[in-house]
């Protein structure tokens, strides 16, 4: 039996920094907690904060106190800068992650509530929406004094269950574009028993079974994650939701986010193999953890090689998914695999084959991205093309473009090197058409010779090898680019013509961002460029906004998975 990992890569995480509200709910300090997991050999945290409700939906522990507050807000708006201060201190120890468990509150004020509460939680990388209040105000997982008047209210278990199910097909058609992953679709089985129509969903003709299997499609629909949430465990109910769930959920390919739900130091850590070992039981090999809203493929298994590959794999969906709005970057995408990466056509059963192709294509929306990490091989192409050793400074690579349009030459491909000293080297393949290489060589001599300390043409040369080991941008589209992946890269397609890539490189130049490496492709009249640069991103996504109707697509592309 191959083993499994001992870590987990939490969504819904620990509760806890909110040391100043009225009713004491995850008050353990966040430091306290990364100190710990820093100790553990972690390489993540996950935190996690609730929405703040209205007034009118408190627990009978909340009413109690006699004060009318909104519960957490004052923490709740400070979250994200603890979280920031937080990644500054602990930088290079921890990745520290945190999310939103957005409450529902129905459709009216409740939607406008949530939807202010999701602007003001900035950079969070996930948000959970969960249904923990009845519309009568009573709470799902509150006390069971509130519970048994809940479902005096509503008359039998079958309508206490199915008024849950409604809230949260409510909750998914009203505020679907907020979230990523459902909550403990199964919370109520914390005060109520589940009536025999709901354990036996699967084969019932009851409506409450029908209602159930519909939720389950909804969710699958709109490519929401499912909450594999150890806190029922931790409250004797059992791992929300129930194995009879999660097969059905495995089987209509929802994907499944594993946490433990806590509120305490003490219980950090406890039962992350355990979560493993539950989903494993219903079929999965594998879950998913965000990052700034983008999934994250995580392997269940504690195998090297197998967790490289997922990692190139989470490169791959993050390239194609900066490329994508907010809302196309929802859709699952369809997935090839090849060459080593194989194995990966039984785990995704949607997947297409690639033979002996070593790489990961990764499509949706008429866009691809082709990844992997094997060191793209040296074709030893015969071109024509320009070498420049220079100075490794921002505008210097600017220049040379600047120079080569002013004579109506192109630039076909690319190769771009740091020397990591200061220097840099190039190797520019031409379009010499016009025979004006020559005058453009001297006019780089004569005005930035200073920059240059080489400067040649030459024809019939072999295309250079500048490639180590790392993960690499195989293809944009289908074109190749072969790029090594940095933290930041920017991807284009532009009119494929002298000039154009300059209006980019100028741009990048005039604020001062440097150019680590370049790779460019063509494909007819279109041009693709890929550059890993150094700068700030604000100031980049600024300048690419601004690259004029030649530009089809420019985006700054920035990793966060790890």
Not at 61 to 71: L, S
Not at 79 to 97: F, S, T, W
Not at 147 to 164: C, D, I, V
């Amino acid at each position: 039996m191959r083993k499994l990992n001992e870590f987990i890569w939490e969504t819904h995480g620990i509760h806890a920094g909110t040391e100043q509200d009225h009713v004491k709910h995850g008050i353990d300090k966040l430091e306290d907690i990364v100190d710990k997991a820093i100790e553990a050999g972690n390489p993540s945290i996950t935190f996690i904060i609730h929405s703040p409700r209205l007034t009118s939906f408190r627990y009978i522990a909340e009413t109690d106190t006699n004060v009318k507050f909104i519960r957490g807000n004052k923490s709740y708006l400070n979250y994200p800068k603890r979280i920031a201060g937080l990644r500054e201190k602990y930088d290079g120890q921890i990745n520290i992650k945190y999310g939103v468990e957005l409450e529902w509150m129905g459709p009216d004020i409740g939607l406008q509530w949530s939807r202010s509460k999701i602007f003001q939680a900035e950079d969070a990388d996930y948000v959970i929406g969960s249904v923990h209040f009845a519309p009568e105000g009573l709470p799902y997982d509150g006390s069971k004094e509130e519970a048994q008047e809940l479902l005096k209210m509503r008359g039998s278990l079958e309508a206490y269950w199915g008024g849950y199910f409604d809230e949260m097909t409510q909750m998914i058609e009203c505020f679907g574009d907020m979230i990523q992953i459902i909550g403990h679709i199964d919370l109520p089985k914390l005060n109520v028993d589940m009536p025999e129509a709901l354990v036996n969903f699967e084969t019932s003709a009851h409506p409450l079974a029908n209602k159930f299997r519909t939720l389950l499609e909804l969710i699958a629909d709109r490519n929401l994650s499912l909450d594999v949430n150890m806190a029922g465990k931790f409250k004797g109910v059992g791992v929300y939701p129930v194995q009879s769930i999660l097969r059905r959920a495995n089987e209509l390919q929802i994907p499944v986010c594993v946490g433990t739900d806590t509120h305490h130091v003490r219980y950090y850590g406890l039962n992350y193999k355990e979560s493993l070992e539950y989903i494993q039981e219903a079929g999965y090999e594998s879950y998913v953890s965000y990052s700034k809203l983008i999934p994250e493929n995580r392997t269940i298994f504690d195998d090297h090689d197998l967790k490289v590959k997922y990692t190139v794999l989470n490169k791959g969906i993050e390239l194609l998914n900066q490329r994508l709005d907010e809302t196309q970057r929802r859709i699952i995408p369809d997935f090839s695999f090849g060459g080593s990466f194989s194995e990966f056509v039984d785990i995704y059963r949607s997947a297409t084959g690639m033979g002996d192709y070593n790489a990961i294509r990764i499509r949706k929306y008429g866009k691809s991205i082709t990844v992997t990490n094997e060191i793209p091989k040296n074709t030893q192409t015969i071109v024509n093309g320009l070498f420049s050793e220079h100075l490794d400074e921002p505008g210097v690579i600017s220049s040379l473009f600047n120079t080569l349009a002013s004579e109506g030459i192109n630039v076909e491909t690319a190769r771009l090197k740091s020397n990591n000293d200061g220097t840099a080297v190039a190797f520019l393949s031409l379009d010499n058409k016009n025979g004006k290489v020559q005058n453009a060589i001297d006019f780089t001599k004569g005005t930035d010779g200073g920059l240059f300390k080489s400067l040649t043409y030459q024809e019939h040369a072999a295309m250079p090898n500048y490639y180590t080991e790392g993960v690499y941008l195989l293809e944009m589209d289908g074109v190749k680019l072969n790029l090594a992946l940095r933290d930041k890269v920017i991807l284009t397609k532009h009119f494929n013509a002298p000039g154009v890539l300059l209006i980019l490189l100028s741009a990048l130049a005039s604020k001062k961002i440097n150019i680590i490496d370049l790779r460019l492709g063509k494909l007819n009249n279109v041009g693709y460029s890929a550059l890993a640069v150094d700068g700030d991103s604000d100031v980049i996504r600024a300048l690419l906004s601004k690259l004029g109707d030649q530009y089809y697509e420019a985006n700054l592309i920035e990793f966060h998975s790890f």
